[in-house]
């Protein structure tokens, strides 16, 4: 694993013919239309509602090479760009996961982008507007994008704070999609596909999530999400029992607060209660 992969948690998806993925709206042909104009495309959308899967999924659909960077607060320029790295040779260069994908005409997808520090955004810049080039001070390139490249990032607008947001001046050099979590019926048919348990379960585990979903008088953060339902799915479908398995997967994960935990599982019993 080279520097970047390993502080930039750099990932190289390549073409899965398993992957599932049930469009909501008119998410892909947006997606397909931003990409024959070569546009960049910001996604917005809380955790766990796919919208990573959906870029794997339009990565396999347009036929292109995925790379997804994850971003924390002590991602660099220098992680996305590149760095100088001593060898048994000498020094050498080498191109970090923006900078291939530029050269690949690759998708780049900057994951939680408003987690990186804010001197990381201003290199997505000239990347995201007519120009499409990406300029590297340190060896003194100006690299056009390869046909193909597009700039793809994502964040959660309902986690940000005054301190992590994206910029108007740089929101306003993508087209945004909205994503949320799909409707129930929606939902269902993902968890059935996902996980393999009966549809009778998935919808209650999907009523579940809703349930949770609407405790607006308890201090959570985040959602119950569709990954979450999946990932209690798979339990249940492996032989956890449902109350082990929700409890463990829709509630413990989304608090540490004991009282509010213990109002999760209330629900928990109130849908599951006969299992």
Known sequence: ???FQSNANV?????????????QGNE???FEHASQHQLPVLIKGPTGCGKTRFIAHMAKRLGR????????????????VGRHLIGKDGTFWQD?????????????????????????TVVLHPLADDRRVLPIERTGEYLEAAPGFMLVVSYNPGYQNLLKGMKPSTRQRFVALRFDYPTAE???????SESGVEESVARRLVKLAHGLRNLKDHDLEEAASTRLIIYAAKLIKSGVPPLQACKATMAE????DDATVRALTDVIYAVFGDH
Do not use: W
Not at 11 to 23: K, R
Not at 98 to 105: I, N, Y
């Open 96 to 120: 970090g996961p923006l900078t291939r994908a530029v050269r690949e005409g690759a998708i780049c997808y900057l994951d939680e982008v408003i987690e990186a520090r804010k001197d990381t």
């Open 253 to 256: 994960p989304l608090s540490d």
């Open 11 to 23: 990932t190289q998806t390549a073409v899965d013919e398993s992957l599932f993925y049930l469009p």
């Open 1 to 3: 694993m080279n520097a």
């Open 28 to 30: 892909v042909s947006l």
């Open 65 to 80: 090479k995925l790379y997804t960077v994850s971003c924390h607060d002590d991602l660099t320029a220098s992680d996305l």
């Open 186 to 192: 929606a939902e269902a048919a993902i968890v059935v």
